[in-house]
């Protein structure tokens, strides 16, 4: 018999890694807590637990925090896509987290450009999630931490090799012989982070949920892709669908596809058997498999689609 575990992460079922990055003891930070849905993520623990290891081009995380725990300052090479699934979250950017900051609320999405320092913060008052897509197999190899964070990480017990793995001196850890602490970035290197003002980044790089919802009245949403409401090409397109977005029609693709459903209860025919995707859930859908997917009850109902696009991953294509 058929089961969906090789294609079908649940919500609830969810794991977690509480030592993920370099800011895991630092207070105001501490408390966050990291998931790899599929692909191998930018985690620096080997704590990490990866849920689909498959490489699609794209990697699918989350991010949970409680109300006032931050993420710290960092940057990646490929594109960070977040759309808020629970809760209200500041997003702030630049040197030291003070050139502007956006607030998005439940199923709202941000394309976060590359060559910025980006940090996130749980503003409201419960546990919060955040569904991230990062670009390329490898997540454009990792984060990049705004020199304070590195410092103050040091404080507190945890230094980050150059080999990108975290090293816990609480726990008797060292730095291997042959592996050195993780450099701070040049003053050469700090001066091309770009800190792009409010606007640019409310007009070109956010999408608000009820917009994506009145546009997908009778197809899907381009949210981001070559001529979506967000313009780029970071190696994967995202599409929104609502209830009279798609039909009950099976289909196929010949690229992966990952189904992230947001609000109400889609069900979803794959492998000759159906089941009951929640908001929450992640469904990947390999190339080449049939599948069909449609609203099991009446009421509200939204996903995110994410498909792999031929184009490489990398720094951020468009601005506007």
């Given at each position: 018999?058929?089961?969906?575990?090789?294609?079908?992460?649940?919500?609830?079922?969810?794991?977690?890694?509480?030592t993920?990055f370099?800011?895991?003891?630092?207070p105001?930070?501490?408390?966050?807590?990291?998931?790899?849905i599929?692909?191998?993520?930018?985690?620096?623990?080997?704590d990490?637990?990866?849920?689909?290891?498959?490489?699609?081009?794209?990697?699918i995380?989350?991010?949970?925090?409680?109300?006032?725990?931050r993420n710290?300052l960092?940057?990646?090479?490929?594109a960070?896509?977040?759309f808020?699934?629970?809760?209200?979250?500041?997003?702030?950017?630049?040197?030291?987290g003070?050139a502007?900051?956006?607030?998005?609320?439940?199923?709202d999405?941000?394309n976060?450009?590359t060559?910025?320092?980006?940090?996130?913060?749980?503003?409201?008052?419960?546990?919060?999630m955040?569904?991230?897509i990062?670009g390329?197999?490898?997540?454009?190899g990792?984060?990049h931490?705004?020199?304070?964070?590195i410092?103050?990480?040091?404080?507190h017990?945890?230094?980050?090799g150059?080999?990108?793995?975290?090293?816990?001196?609480?726990k008797g850890?060292?730095?291997?012989h042959?592996?050195?602490?993780?450099?701070?970035?040049?003053?050469?290197?700090?001066?091309?982070?770009?800190?792009?003002?409010?606007m640019d980044?409310?007009?070109?790089?956010?999408?608000?949920?009820?917009?994506?919802?009145?546009?997908s009245?009778n197809?899907?949403?381009?949210?981001?892709?070559?001529?979506?409401?967000?313009?780029?090409k970071?190696?994967?397109?995202?599409?929104?669908?609502?209830?009279?977005?798609?039909?009950?029609?099976?289909?196929?693709?010949?690229?992966?596809?990952?189904?992230?459903?947001?609000?109400?209860?889609?069900?979803?025919h794959?492998?000759?058997?159906?089941?009951?995707?929640?908001?929450?859930?992640?469904?990947l859908?390999?190339?080449g498999?049939?599948?069909?997917?449609?609203?099991?009850?009446?009421?509200?109902?939204?996903?995110?689609?994410?498909?792999t696009?031929?184009?490489?991953?990398g720094?951020?294509?468009?601005?506007?």
């Amino acid at each position: 018999m058929t089961n969906f575990q090789d294609c079908i992460v649940r919500y609830g079922e969810l794991k977690p890694c509480k030592t993920a990055f370099i800011d895991a003891h630092t207070p105001g930070s501490d408390q966050k807590e990291n998931f790899t849905i599929i692909g191998g993520g930018v985690s620096e623990s080997p704590d990490q637990h990866v849920h689909i290891a498959d490489q699609i081009g794209f990697n699918i995380g989350a991010a949970g925090q409680p109300p006032r725990v931050r993420n710290s300052l960092h940057d990646h090479n490929t594109a960070e896509v977040f759309f808020v699934l629970k809760g209200k979250w500041r997003f702030f950017w630049g040197r030291w987290g003070n050139a502007g900051e956006v607030t998005l609320e439940e199923g709202d999405i941000f394309n976060i450009p590359t060559g910025i320092f980006r940090g996130f913060e749980n503003i409201g008052t419960d546990y919060g999630m955040i569904m991230a897509i990062l670009g390329g197999d490898d997540a454009g190899g990792g984060v990049h931490w705004a020199p304070q964070v590195i410092e103050d990480a040091v404080n507190h017990g945890l230094i980050l090799g150059e080999n990108g793995v975290l090293y816990d001196s609480k726990k008797g850890d060292i730095l291997p012989h042959n592996v050195n602490p993780m450099p701070l970035m040049s003053d050469e290197e700090l001066a091309r982070r770009a800190e792009p003002p409010t606007m640019d980044i409310i007009l070109n790089h956010v999408a608000r949920y009820w917009d994506m919802m009145a546009l997908s009245d009778n197809q899907p949403t381009k949210v981001i892709g070559v001529d979506a409401l967000l313009k780029d090409k970071p190696g994967f397109e995202v599409d929104f669908l609502s209830r009279n977005s798609i039909t009950s029609e099976m289909r196929t693709h010949n690229k992966p596809t990952v189904l992230m459903p947001f609000r109400g209860h889609w069900k979803l025919h794959l492998k000759g058997r159906e089941t009951i995707v929640n908001p929450g859930d992640t469904c990947l859908i390999r190339p080449g498999e049939e599948y069909a997917i449609t609203p099991s009850m009446t009421g509200e109902a939204s996903l995110f689609r994410v498909r792999t696009t031929n184009d490489p991953a990398g720094l951020t294509k468009t601005a506007n």
